[in-house]
């Protein structure tokens, strides 16, 4: 019931979307990952709001729109938005991707808190996080239009 409500109440929907807006992904239009510039967390990037928030958010508010109420996990609502044709193939790998490399680097950082230094990634390791930053980028200015 209360899912219906959100669902159809647009002042609440239009604050669902706007907690997916509004923390801004760290990547420029170039591909350059933006960083702390000073302080203690200087050269790092916090991979938690820098990204996984916004796709993550971005599927409960899905998951609300569409009323899967049973799926609990991020993947299971991603999965189940593929299943039930909101999204391609192509946007469900992308962003299940782009979620597997958040978590892979949530972990890794996971004793030092949520920030990640940016220079002790392995070249590899730094086009994994540019790609799966460019999906949350695009995830966020997209995701009016997929409900």
Not at 2 to 14: D, E, M, P, W
Request: charged share 30%; glycine share 6%.
């Amino acid at each position: 019931m209360r899912y219906k409500k959100i669902a159809t109440t647009f002042s609440l929907r239009s604050r669902m979307i706007d907690s997916v807006r509004i923390p801004i992904v760290p990547i420029g239009p170039f591909g350059r990952v933006y960083v702390e510039r000073w302080g203690e967390k200087s050269g790092m990037v916090d991979i938690k709001q820098g990204g996984y928030v916004q796709l993550s958010y971005m599927l409960k508010w899905v998951a609300v729109q569409k009323q899967f109420i049973d799926a609990h996990s991020t993947f299971e609502r991603l999965t189940r938005w593929y299943d039930e044709n909101g999204c391609s193939q192509q946007q469900f790998e992308r962003i299940k991707e782009a979620l597997e490399t958040f978590l892979y680097f949530r972990l890794r950082c996971s004793l030092e808190g949520t920030n990640l230094v940016i220079h002790h990634l392995s070249k590899e390791e730094k086009k994994r996080l540019k790609r799966a930053l460019a999906v949350a980028k695009r995830v966020q200015r997209d995701a009016r239009k997929w409900v």
